[in-house]
């Protein structure tokens, strides 16, 4: 028997997975969720037919989208998490002892309920203390906030869908209001690969250049999203993500990392030219 | 055919035989179900180029229907519980044409409110009848026209009693309602029609809570935007009549100006929508319905802005109120509704239906979406906490009663001449003066320009709104009449 999933990446390019089971399928309010036993990748949750995390390679991301902050950010005490109901990006932040707070606002709850079950080796932080989840769309969750967060964490789906409010330019102005002075906003940013995504890359890069003073971009290779190179933003109100890089302080921690060090920090905003030129193509252009 | 039922679509149903007989078309149009025209075809898409066919007998003819586009207008007629009904491919503009030209001949009035659609005077420039305005009231906060009060249009009719027809909007672009039920009940003692302009109330046919429609409220003829908040194809409208009226008389008269080439793609575009709003109308009007209830709940708490709904009713010039349409007030942000309008487009990527002094209007319908509107807020909160200033005052506009010196049609085609703005008070007009959208004349053919009228049109342009009708795009220059 050959049981393949597969992902059209673009109208021309597939993505196929052996599978040895489907562990749920079912539908919710927002999407249909299934996930998936394989050789290869281990368990994948896949949404609405698109990839969203493999239990082989979901560590990349992961660490890439909450180490990077964390290291240039001094004291971070509050953060919000949108989206994320996998819990991998909570599994990261819990293993900082001065943050008091997470807020997980996910708009799905069955999301979160099927990745309790299903990926526990992502969902497995999400019962921790500081942690506060709310069902609610993030569009609407962030325009009551103000001054109030010091790190917001971005983890959404693609810019069509559910996703599709946290990629415009009211969200991340909602964003910049709800963050403190100094506060720093990371977000998932799309692939520059292929057109569709390079355009929703431009957007999001345009979006929020017109709302952050500090805005940059940084990279990593994850394997089973589209092109396998994807990219992340790093806005800021104060800190530079790699002049105010605290390098030493970060590695007195001591937190064990698979894919994330300084090092690869800093050479992880260094972009191929391709990527640089696009970007700057929508750098203050309205 | 056996027994037909709104679960039918008659036109569609004979467009879907049509396809599958694979017809060879020796007629027009010429593009041949699209063959002659690739581009066009990769543009639509093959299946609406080869719906795109000419009237032939198996699919009835407009002009002159009887059979499924017959059985589609017996279909409409029943949905909107009318005595007959049109399809119209015309337009709204049509179906008001129409109305005015079926009651009214040279010479002969009609009583009207002065926030009318440009149409509307449009086709008594054709027919040639006289308008007789009646004041609608004001909001002065929010500095909107309102409807008719019951004693104005009595006072209007009792010194027209010549007048053939009242005309009512039903509901205002800004979903204001006069109380049509009483207007109509006057109108037939007075021996005269009632008509109803409904762009706007497509929706009040297809639910409970919403305000009265015009065939219920016993109208006489009403206007039905479709392509509103009916969905279907834009340019595709809806003309209904109530029992006193001629429908062979109505008939010849939209054959006047209609097109002998009837698009299909309109037609079944409203036989499908008809369908949709009569199995699944009021359910979906009732999501709409909560849309805009959340929408407004959500817009008053930002602050500053005022997004007004059914505590503007008094029993009189607002009657009633149509939920659906989420109007919102902007003066106290420090912004003008067309400052918000631009705002909304050029940095949020945001289109809304229209924005005047001092409030925009977003147009919910059948096709909206929890997360659209989630995003029309947030950009809200966003353009306030960006752009917001000190709360501005609007110029106050008090209502000058339009002086019909002569009429539309007279105006229209008297011989003119060009002045300067500001020479124009004193001279009549003999051209349209609007802002578009709402498309309601500042200024229309044969009235006499006053000061007051003046001042509008330059506040106007300095605000940014769109000045359209006349024939010098900016408005420096108007056409009055010579020699008067």
Same mark, same amino acid.
Request: aromatic share 10%; proline share 10%; with cysteine.
């Given at each position: 028997m050959d049981f393949w999933f597969s992902e059209k990446?673009?109208?021309?390019v597939k993505l196929s997975i052996r599978v040895d089971r489907q562990l749920y399928s079912g539908h919710s309010d927002f999407q249909r969720i299934d996930v998936f036993e394989s050789p290869e990748f281990g368990r994948f949750l896949t949404l609405d037919g698109y990839m969203m995390l493999t239990e082989k390679d979901e560590f990349i991301y992961h660490e890439m989208i909450t180490h990077i902050p964390m290291a240039v950010?001094?004291?971070?005490?509050k953060v919000l998490v949108i989206g994320a109901g996998d819990g991998g990006v909570v599994r990261e932040l819990v293993?900082?002892?001065?943050?008091?707070r997470i807020d997980l606002v996910e708009i799905d709850e069955m999301v979160v309920e099927v990745c309790k079950k299903y990926l526990?080796?992502?969902?497995?932080?999400?019962?921790?203390?500081r942690v506060e989840i709310h069902y609610e769309d993030g569009l609407k969750f962030i325009r009551?906030?103000?001054?109030?967060?010091d790190l917001i964490i971005?983890?959404?789906?693609?810019?069509?869908?559910?996703?599709?409010?946290?990629?415009t330019r009211e969200f991340y102005g909602n964003c910049y209001k709800a963050l403190k002075e100094d506060g720093i906003m990371v977000n998932?940013?799309?692939?520059?690969?292929?057109e569709e995504d390079a355009l929703a890359c431009q957007r999001a890069h345009r979006n929020i250049t017109e709302s952050f003073p500090i805005s940059r971009v940084y990279q990593a290779h994850i394997?089973?999203?589209?092109?396998g190179h994807w990219l992340f933003g790093f806005a800021s109100?104060?800190?530079?993500p790699l002049r105010n890089l605290r390098e030493k302080e970060w590695n007195d921690r001591g937190i064990a990392t698979r894919y994330y060090t300084t090092t690869l920090h800093k050479g992880a905003?260094?972009?191929p030219a391709y990527v640089e030129e696009l970007l700057k193509d929508v750098e203050n252009k309205r | 055919m056996g027994e037909i039922s709104q679960e039918n679509a008659p036109i569609y149903e004979a467009l879907e035989r049509l396809r599958k007989m694979r017809v060879v078309p020796?007629?027009?149009?010429?593009?041949k179900r699209g063959r002659g025209n690739p581009e066009l075809a990769r543009l639509l898409g093959e299946k609406c180029m080869s719906m795109d066919v000419n009237s032939m007998k198996p699919l009835?003819?407009?002009?002159?229907?009887?059979s499924v586009i017959r059985q589609a207008e017996e279909l409409a007629a029943e949905a909107f519980k009318a005595a007959n009904a049109f399809l119209m491919v015309g337009g709204t503009t049509s179906a008001v044409q129409a109305m005015a030209l079926s009651v009214a001949k040279r010479g002969e009035k009609i009583i009207l409110?002065?926030?009318?659609?440009r149409s509307v005077i449009g086709a008594m420039v054709l027919c040639g009848a006289v308008p007789v305005y009646v004041n609608p009231q004001c909001n002065d906060r929010l500095g909107i026209p309102l409807g008719m009060a019951v004693e104005d249009v009595k006072k209007a009719i009792e010194e027209n009693p010549d007048a053939k027809a009242v005309l009512v909007?039903?509901?205002?672009?800004?979903?204001i309602c006069s109380d049509i039920r009483t207007i109509a009940e006057l109108a037939h003692q007075h021996g005269m029609y009632c008509l109803a302009d409904e762009a706007h109330g497509t929706h009040f046919y297809f639910s409970d809570q919403l305000p009265i429609s015009a065939m219920e409220a016993g109208a006489d003829m009403a206007a039905v935007s479709?392509?509103?908040?009916?969905?279907?194809?834009?340019?595709s409208s809806l003309l209904l009549l109530g029992p006193n009226m001629s429908e062979g008389y109505v008939r010849q008269i939209i054959n &006047?100006?209609?097109?002998?080439?009837?698009?299909y793609l309109l037609l079944s575009s409203l036989d499908i929508s008809r369908r949709n709003l009569a199995l699944r109308g009021k359910e979906t009007f009732e999501k709409v319905r909560s849309y805009a209830k959340y929408a407004r709940a959500e817009i008053n708490d930002i602050g500053g802005y005022y997004a007004f709904?059914? %505590? &503007?009713?008094?029993?009189?010039?607002?009657?009633?109120?149509?939920?659906?349409? &989420?109007a919102v007030h902007t003066?106290?942000?420090?912004?003008?509704g067309i400052e918000v309008y631009d705002l909304l487009r050029d940095e949020y990527d945001i289109q809304i239906e229209f924005g005047d002094f001092g409030n925009f209007l977003a147009y919910l319908s059948i096709g909206d979406r929890k997360q659209d509107i989630e995003r029309l807020v947030s950009a809200l909160a966003e353009i306030s906490r960006r752009f917001g200033k000190e709360k501005v005052d609007l110029m106050p506009q008090e209502y000058v009663d339009p002086?019909?010196?002569?009429s539309p049609q007279e105006a229209f085609y008297a011989e003119k001449e060009t002045v300067e703005l500001g020479d124009a008070p004193g001279r009549i007009s003999g051209e349209f003066v609007m802002c578009?959208?709402?498309?309601?004349?500042i200024l229309a053919p044969g009235e006499r320009v006053t000061q007051e009228i003046r001042e509008h049109i330059e506040y106007a342009r300095e605000k940014g709104c769109t000045l359209?009708?006349? %024939?010098?795009l900016e408005i420096r220059r108007l056409n009055v009449l010579k020699g008067v």
């Open positions: 990446q673009t109208k021309n950010h001094p004291h971070v005490e293993r900082y002892p001065e943050i008091r526990p080796k992502t969902a497995c932080r999400l019962e921790d203390e009551r906030c103000k001054d109030e967060y971005v983890d959404s789906t693609d810019p069509f869908g559910p996703g599709e409010g946290l990629f998932q940013h799309e692939s520059p690969f292929y394997p089973t999203y589209p092109s109100k104060k800190y530079h905003f260094y972009l | 020796f007629d027009v149009p010429g593009h009835d003819n407009l002009c002159h229907p009887v409110p002065r926030n009318v659609h909007n039903n509901p205002t672009y800004y979903g479709m392509h509103k908040s009916g969905g279907s194809l834009t340019q &006047l100006t209609q097109t002998t080439s009837g698009s709904c059914r %505590e &503007l009713i008094n029993g009189d010039s607002v009657y009633d109120f149509d939920v659906t349409k &989420l003066l106290d942000v420090g912004l003008a002086q019909v010196a002569v578009y959208p709402p498309g309601i004349p359209t009708g006349a %024939e010098d």
